[in-house]
């Protein structure tokens, strides 16, 4: 145990001093929405601010700038040690998560920091300022306690990805192929809609306009026209076409319509929920979501990109390329933006959507296979590590 406490601090001030690498770079999006968030913030009277239409991010993340501004803390560095935070909590049920198919061995330790080392994780926080690991930390958390058989927690974590940011319903058809799979009561699905109202009932009770800020999804789906943005998707092979709203419209539809026939082929074959099929189906479903769907942007990866190499830790002999995979396109679709100009800046993005492709076919490969045979063939430890949970 004194190994383990000693080698998660060594990993911690790690983790922690690579990020700090990057705490000096000001990124655009930084400048032309968070820097000015905070500002505004710190201009109207701090939590009296959020009576205010000024973000376009839900209130539960404005609450931690609203606790930043009364810090004495740089805004730049604050608002990247939010972020830091919650990579650590991202790593945290990433390693609870493997830990249940390897208890009390070094292999949870090692799929932790494996996380919190991506370089996607490293840059989304440290040298973007984005906060995707805050919805990912709470889906994630969400998923490894339904795994625990814990529902009414796992729904509440949900509840609050979902709060943080709208991207946590890529993993929302798994929760429903649990609930159908009667994993989870259909009554604690309440408790989605439910967090999700109470995290903003502090700020309606400031003054919050309630039709705006209880429709702040609806508006933000409505941001952007583009097909893609610079996501490594499959609309990277549509970026010059004509008719974008039926294009869109269409890539939505075809989504909703695979994403429900797996749900009816997995409760088709009365499929048991082992741990290892929970996990293969989430990741399939945070891969091939923004895969389809259009007005994506790089980051909604971000998932995907921790999921995968939960997956690889439960399967590595057959898993192993698929973090790999997924890293190298979402990584490379950072760098455009992070490093303009910049030799790694300059792989074609139809090069990289057809990396995730192969990412996405290997996993849905894979876990119809996982699928299709009976848990009492499934080969040595790997049937008992299924069975464990």
């Known amino acids: 145990m004194a190994k383990k406490i000693g080698a998660l601090v060594l990993l911690v001030l790690a983790a922690v001093t690579v990020r700090t690498l990057f705490f000096d770079h000001r990124s655009g999006d930084y400048n032309a929405f968070l820097l000015r968030w905070y ?41 990247k040690a939010i972020s830091v935070v919650f990579d650590f909590v991202l790593a945290y049920f990433a390693y609870r998560i493997v ?58 974590f949900f509840g609050l990805a979902l709060a943080f940011k709208l991207q946590a319903i890529f993993l929302f058809p798994v929760l429903l192929v649990l609930v ?38 609806a508006t933000q789906t409505e941001t952007y026209g583009q097909l893609t943005l610079n996501a490594p998707n499959a609309y990277q092979f549509l ?9 869109k419209a269409v890539g939505v539809a ?12 997995v409760l088709a074959r009365a499929t048991e929920l082992t741990t290892t099929r929970i996990v293969l189906l989430a990741t399939v479903s945070s891969l091939l979501v923004p895969f389809l769907l259009p007005a994506m942007h ?22 192993w390329p698929l973090p790999i995979l997924t890293q190298f396109a979402s990584l490379f679709s950072y760098l ?43 080969s040595g430890s790997s049937a008992a590590a299924s069975r464990g949970s």
């Open 39 to 79: 500002e505004f913030i710190e201009q109207n009277g701090g939590w009296r601010a959020l009576r205010h239409e000024f973000a376009n991010y839900n209130a539960p993340y404005l609450y931690l700038l609203v606790v930043l501004s009364y810090l004495p803390v740089p805004p730049l560095i604050g608002i």
């Open 180 to 217: 159908l799979g009667k994993r989870v009561p259909w009554r604690a699905l309440l408790l989605v809609p439910g967090v999700y109202l109470v995290l903003d009932v502090p700020a309606l009770l400031i003054g919050a306009d309630p039709v705006p800020l209880l429709t702040i999804y």
């Open 99 to 156: 830990d249940l198919r390897y208890p009390g061995r070094w292999w949870p330790v090692a799929a932790g920091a494996v996380v919190v080392f991506l370089p996607t994780v490293v840059l989304n926080s440290s040298m973007w300022a984005q906060a995707d690991s805050s919805y990912s930390a709470f889906a994630l958390g969400g998923l490894y306690f339904a795994l625990r058989h814990r529902p009414y927690l796992s729904c509440a």
């Open 239 to 247: 970026t010059g076409a004509s008719g974008t709203a039926v294009l």
């Open 254 to 265: 075809l989504t909703g319509l695979l994403v429900l026939g797996g749900i009816i082929a």
């Open 336 to 378: 455009p933006y992070l490093t303009p100009g910049s030799a790694l800046a300059t792989v074609d993005f139809r090069v990289l959507a057809m990396v995730m492709l192969a990412a996405l076919v290997l996993a849905v490969w894979v876990t119809v296979e996982q699928v299709r045979t009976p848990v009492a063939r499934l």
């Open 298 to 319: 790089e980051r909604y990866f971000f998932l995907a990109d921790v999921l995968t190499v939960v997956a690889a830790f439960c399967l590595p002999r057959v898993l």
